[in-house]
């Protein structure tokens, strides 16, 4: 293809190419050159090879922080996913006001994790939340203590991130939903299939898109969860709530310690390429070959 | 090939640094008035009630003197300092800004990044002055002052409700041995006996005095500065490991997450009987109109009394400016004066940096303070005048997750905590 072809695009776009090249790939070269040296407070280049990779590796945090991520990346998602499509389900058999049920649903949508953070973070402490209301009700066999349970903690957040996304995902289902052609429904009645059943086999797989739209969506949220968290458990108690991207937010300002927060950045960066690349691969490179077949 | 490569290093740490102070949530208050003859503008943290009343002490004493102050308050040490650093590699340096008695800065004056006070020091002869001397070695480097020593906040206190202790009849506690031995009685009359707030940096510092109450502050200082394996091992500290788990049997589960004010409030309300804290907690006694020694007791714990040299110091990065440099360095000596001292650590409810200074308005426990300080074996060091942020750091999540964590056991955590005084951090 000769260069001068689409030359006015080609020069629209140089601005948005010279930024990403700068940006993204700068700073990222940037960073890992500065993961190998010792730098503390400010940024020095004082070579040590790849001890700060070997520091990380051996911290205890990293490790919870790591399989932190993991488990709200998979609870927050398979249960956004869930409960969005049951919302969704419930929605569509044509209720009576419909239209509030939405709003409701959809509304910790358009708060800021920061509030939603403070709000469970109320309702979940033991000593003024909802156990303290509920002993004050009589009803002292209830116990609600995940938010100071180091074991359960993430799981609180997890709830809270839930509760907040799964609104979102009940739209996108519904929006799907209603996308559904009447016929499908006309026939799948006459064949005398069992409603739950046509959701799950039929319906279901026929939403696809919106189950991938919606799946992207989330993965995005949860590695660059930082806010939710800060705001509900600060990383506690101890540190039992802590995620890598905490890690990296911590070592980079209050820590005073770059080099530390660089390499779990790298790091970082590494695991969503690992991620990202097969997809990619199949989206660029595969389905163009298919589609020129 | 190498200008390009310093150029493209240069463009890189602009471009790194804005990035980074577009994540710090920044709060600018800008007061400016026309006409003076310098200008400052001062990054600080101060921004609860008292603290502004200390801080605008040095804006109005500045501003006597015919000058300009731009005061660019930040909530929350952390986010202060890094828009410190962020500005002075992005070449954007302000006059002056606030860091803690500590290594913190360090880093910035070996790269040669702040203003020798020396100039003025010399001159005004600090070193005859500043009390105790240890505040001297936080900010001389090489023979030369790079920071202002504006106050002593110590952490070494428990703050005690004397009416919880009058319920149960219990003498007030001087010791945590003591304290261990009511504990149990307190909590049977329905009161936490001692009120923590679950945050890494409040955990830690309750552990520090803790340590310096049992061992002795001997033997921390050749754990914390030495990095000495043998009095590490040598029991002591396990004994200091072991009462710090007892005392936590004795907190309740809404500790995790809480701020040390609200904690400071259990224990002014009678909702718990003690809690330890650094003497900024007077304040809120003061606030709910408690008076020292009547409603409460302030009670530095252990045989040994010691009186810790935390606080705050000011620094002046370099700037290409002339004028900048003589404001810096008037700015410097009015921070030190007899009269300003006294205002500010009035308003601050801190203890002075000089002795010669009125405390006049001091109550009982700021009286304690100030005779304790006068004994030099009465002064401690803590562990971040000799340790980088990193180490602290590290040290404290160890010490936090072994009061979170009950599987954790004493063994681990002395292995662990012997890594970090290895790692070199």
Redesign the interface.
Known sequence: MPFYRNIAAKIALLPMIVISL??FV??II?SFVYSLTNS?????MNYVGFDQYD?LF?Q??WDVAVENIFIYGFVFTVGCLIIGFLLAVLIDQKIRGESLFRTIFLYPYAMSFVVTGLVW?WVL????GLENSMHMWGMTWFEL?W??N?DL?IYAVCIAAVWQGAGFVMVLMLAGLRGIDEDIWKSLSIEGVAKWKSYIFVILPMLRPMVVTAIVLIAAGVVKVYDLILAL??G?????TTTPAMYVM????????LG?AFAASIIMFISVVCILAPWAFYEFYLRNKYANN | MSIYLKKGRK???K??SI??TIF?PLSFTNVSKAGSHMEAEVIHWWTSGGEQAAISEFAKAWEEMGNTWIDTAITGG??A??TT?NR??GGNPPTAAQFNVSK?????VE?G?LQSLEEVASAEGWRDFIYPPELIETCEFEGEFYCVPVNIHSWQWMWINNDVYKKVGLPVPQTFEEFLAGAPKIQEAGIIPLALG???WQESGMFDVVASSIMGFPLMQSIYRDKDLDAFRDGRFESVLNTYRELNQFT??????RLWNDTTAMVIEGKAAMQVMGDWARGEFAVAGKEAMVDYSCVIPGKEKYVALGGDVFVFPKNDDPKVKDAQLAMASMMVNQTVQAKFNNAKGSLPMRLDVDTSAADACMQMGLDLIQNPDAIMRESDDWN???FT?AWG?II??F???PNYTVAQVMD?LE?VLT?G?
């Not at chain 1, 503390?40 to 020095?44: A, E, G, M, S």
């Not at chain 1, 402490?125 to 003024?128: D, E, K, L, R, S």
């Open positions: 700068t940006v700068g700073c940037y503390k407070l400010v940024p020095v520091r051996k205890r945090k973070k402490n033991p000593t003024f203590d938010l100071v180091r903690a458990t600060s506690g108690p101890g540190y039992a911590e070592n980079f300002f209050s820590r005073a310690n530390q | 463009i890189m740490k471009i790194f990035l980074l710090i952390d986010n300092r890094g650093v002075i590699i913190q800065f360090v880093d910035l790269q990044l679950g945050q890494g309740d589960e809404g500790s995790p997450g980088t942020p990193a750091a999540d936090s997750e009061r979170n964590d662990d890594g790692s951090l």
